[in-house]
């Protein structure tokens, strides 16, 4: 059975729209990230997945149902809009927030002190929010999602604000809760960290699906014609269009996409007479590539 | 329902377990005991020392008139007043005049008066003190000379002043208050300062309790945690969870008042009295119980229409500060009726009031004012009630709409175009 699925769904704001006749099928025990730049109606997506806005057309079903009361007990959210009670203590805060997902007081209790522990806040547990670092408040809202044990998580902009630690502390508990068969929808503008975290992706681009699918087939499909190439001095011939379509310069390091019957090694060739070559390599494009990529397209 | 309750819950502990909540309700009784009990002691504390008084009688008839007239004691059976004649020596007068001034400042001397030859033709005595301004001392002074001088005009007159006294003597005006029920209560003005007092409260409470939710609100929108809560409950069961939560606040706030009002008639009566001492019998007044359940239905009528549209200011806004622009028209919308107050209470029944109580807006200040003074007509009542209760409704239903909208809208404030649209999209 599907997660969620969600069948041309319809939103606009007055003239604007929002989110443009989505269709998104997720399904269990993976993590699936839904992506694209700010702006592209994910939040309004997640936020009409969480009843908190309603389509203007569209089905949503969530564990095959429609939105419920007793349906968003077994989802977890966690907003791009952080914020907690600040003049709460940190222990009847969590208390409040898993009564309202219809948690029993006793299972609530043992399942805070796991996941204080979890996150080495079980030092804080008497403060009050305000006294809390940022990073700690974030920590204690991701408490807060996964606190009722839900079947679906969804996580908008998860690691926004975080330090590497934090990032990484975060992203462990993700696969561990993945691992115990939650499905996980990451809503995240950040390509890198999707591209190492995500089963299954949805690219939407001005509320509007570009591309979708298993992240492995996706990247396969476009086959080894990447090349990333480290090398030191002035790369000239990035600029020339009948060898190069696009790429992505670092300075030191550049991923190189050949236009339409360019052998790669013609391009290695060509490079090693204007600079000094350290690597080179062929590569699947990264998901960043093939995003701008796909994006590109349809705005021609 | 249950995560209804979980809000309710969280509204009402989180704000009775405050500090500032315990302190202002433990407080407040005992300030408005403070403001009408320290005069009464202080009062009672000055008077425990007898005033030293000079009395120059050029008349040389009234001195003992007026020793009689000023036999007053105090609790403790010492005299209020010491009295002396002083002597003067024909044409001493300013001499002597000058030696009392003198024991005046040195204070030897709380005053004196000076009774003239000719008070019984001009009607007037001078008393010269330091302190002018206790009023009890002017007022026991003036009535014990007039008192003095009309004795003594009439027995020249050949009359017996006891007699004259029987024969002119007052009628005292009784005033009663028929109730509904077909009792008559006396009354000496309680009714008044009863309905003043708890109207007060009303308006207090409406206004205070009103903010507190529309305060909730602003913080639950800035500090961004309302995503989090609407995405478990439906905003309009946070909205009213946030509602009945602060009015239970207020409730229990009332209820331990009454115990305290209840316990302070029960005992504290004769605490007053004790150092009330001989200022006459204090009367508390007794405020009968259905006036004080008429008071809670219509604060909790009146608090459900202010706090809902409270509500909705707050989720319109993004700080405290951008409230109070809001805030002003609604305060007036309090104030209004309170100022009408005076005037329901003398016309109860006047067609302005009988109009003023069916505003629902206005109904709970100005219909329990009505309640208070003069029981109105069984139907005004009910109507009053119904009308109420049909503008809570359409204000819940009116609200919730801007608020599911509002709470998630950061950045300015909605014109009245952008309120509509709000409304469509809620």
Redesign the interface.
């Known amino acids: 059975m599907e997660l969620l699925s969600l069948r041309g769904v319809t939103k606009s704001f007055?003239r604007i729209d929002a989110v443009k006749e989505l269709d998104l099928r997720v399904g269990g025990g993976s993590i699936y990230g839904l992506l694209g730049p700010n702006g592209a109606g994910k939040t309004t997506t997640i936020?009409m997945i969480?009843?908190?806005l309603a389509p203007d057309r569209g089905e949503i079903l969530i564990l095959g149902q429609p939105n419920s009361?007793s349906i968003?007990d077994r989802?977890g959210?966690l907003?791009e809009?952080?914020?907690?009670?600040?003049?709460?203590k940190v222990e009847p805060l969590l208390h409040?927030?898993a009564?309202?997902?219809?948690m029993k007081r006793e299972a609530a209790r043992e399942r805070i002190g796991y996941w204080l522990e979890r996150f080495a806040l079980s030092a804080w547990r008497a403060k009050k929010v305000e006294e809390l670092s940022r990073g700690m408040q974030q920590k204690l809202?991701f408490i807060?999602t996964l606190l009722h044990s839900p079947q679906l998580a969804i996580l908008d902009e998860p690691f926004t604000g975080l330090d590497p630690v934090n990032i990484n502390l975060v992203k462990e508990v993700m696969l561990e809760e993945k691992k115990k068969g939650v499905s996980i929808i990451l809503s995240t503008h950040l390509m890198e960290q999707a591209e190492k975290l995500c089963d299954q992706i949805c690219l939407i681009s001005e509320g509007e699906k570009v591309l979708d699918g298993n992240l492995k087939e996706i990247k396969a499909n476009y086959g080894k014609n990447s090349i990333v190439l480290e090398y030191e001095g002035q790369a000239r011939f990035l600029s020339d269009k009948e060898m190069v379509e696009s790429y992505d310069d670092y300075g030191r390091w550049v991923e190189v996409h050949p236009s339409a019957g360019v052998d790669p090694q013609e391009i290695l060739r060509r490079a090693a007479q204007e600079v000094a070559i350290l690597k080179f390599e062929l590569v699947e494009p990264s998901l960043n590539e093939i995003f701008i990529k796909t994006v590109r397209k349809g705005e021609r | 329902m249950?995560?209804m309750k979980?809000?309710v819950?969280?509204e009402y502990l989180?704000r009775v377990r405050k500090r500032t909540f315990i302190i202002s309700t433990l407080a407040m009784p005992l300030i408005i005991l403070a403001v009408t009990g320290l005069p009464i002691l202080l009062m009672s504390l000055k008077s425990e020392k007898p005033k030293e008084i000079s009395i120059i009688d050029q008349t040389d008839k009234l001195f003992p008139g007026l020793k009689a007239a000023l036999k007053d004691t105090t609790k403790g059976g010492l005299s209020l007043y010491r009295l002396s004649q002083v002597a003067v020596p024909l044409g001493e007068l300013s001499t002597v005049r000058r030696k009392l001034t003198e024991e005046v400042n040195k204070g030897k001397l709380d005053g004196y008066l000076v009774v003239p030859s000719d008070v019984f033709g001009k009607n007037q005595v001078q008393f010269y003190a330091r302190n002018v301004s206790n009023f009890r001392v002017n007022d026991d002074l003036e009535r014990a000379v007039s008192q003095t001088v009309s004795h003594f005009r009439l027995s020249n007159s050949g009359l017996d002043p006891e007699k004259v006294k029987k024969l002119v003597k007052g009628v005292e005006l009784q005033t009663f208050k028929v109730t509904a029920g077909g009792n008559e209560e006396e009354d000496s003005g309680a009714t008044f300062m009863i309905t003043y007092i708890l109207v007060f409260f009303l308006y207090m409470s409406l206004l205070i309790y009103g903010m507190m939710v529309m305060r909730g609100v602003i913080?639950?929108k800035s500090?961004?945690?309302?995503?989090?809560?609407?995405?478990?409950?439906k905003p309009f069961q946070l909205m009213a969870g946030k509602v009945l939560g602060v009015g239970g606040v207020g409730l229990t706030q009332f209820l331990i008042w009454s115990l305290l009002v209840g316990g302070f008639s029960l005992y504290g009566r004769n605490l007053v009295s004790s150092f009330a001492g001989r200022l006459g019998p204090l009367s508390i007044p007794g405020i009968p119980i259905s006036l004080l359940l008429y008071f809670i239905l219509y604060f909790l009528l009146g608090y459900f229409l202010y706090a809902t549209i409270y509500a909705g200011v707050g989720a319109m806004v993004n700080s405290e500060e951008e409230a109070q622009h809001l805030q002003m028209p609604l305060t007036m919308l309090l104030v209004i009726p309170f100022m009408l107050m005076f005037y329901v209470i003398g016309n109860p029944n006047s067609g302005l009031a009988v109009l003023l109580s069916f505003i629902p807006l206005f109904t709970p200040i100005i219909m329990f004012t009505r309640i208070a003074v003069q029981t109105p007509p069984l139907w005004q009542i009910g109507l009053s009630l119904v009308l109420l209760g049909l503008a809570i409704w359409v204000m819940v239903w009116i609200v919730s709409k801007i608020y599911r909208v509002g709470i998630?809208m950061y950045g300015k404030r909605p014109s009245l175009p952008e309120l509509v649209?709000w409304f469509r999209y809620g």
């Not at chain 1, 009564?99 to 219809?102: H, Q, S």
């Not at chain 2, 500090?223 to 409950?233: D, H």
């Open positions: 007055g936020r969480m009843d908190i009361s968003r989802v959210y907003p809009e952080r914020g907690l009670y600040r003049k709460m409040f927030l009564e309202l997902k219809g809202q807060a | 249950r995560r979980a809000v819950k969280r989180t913080e639950e500090s961004r945690v309302v995503e989090m809560i609407v995405s478990a409950i998630l649209k």
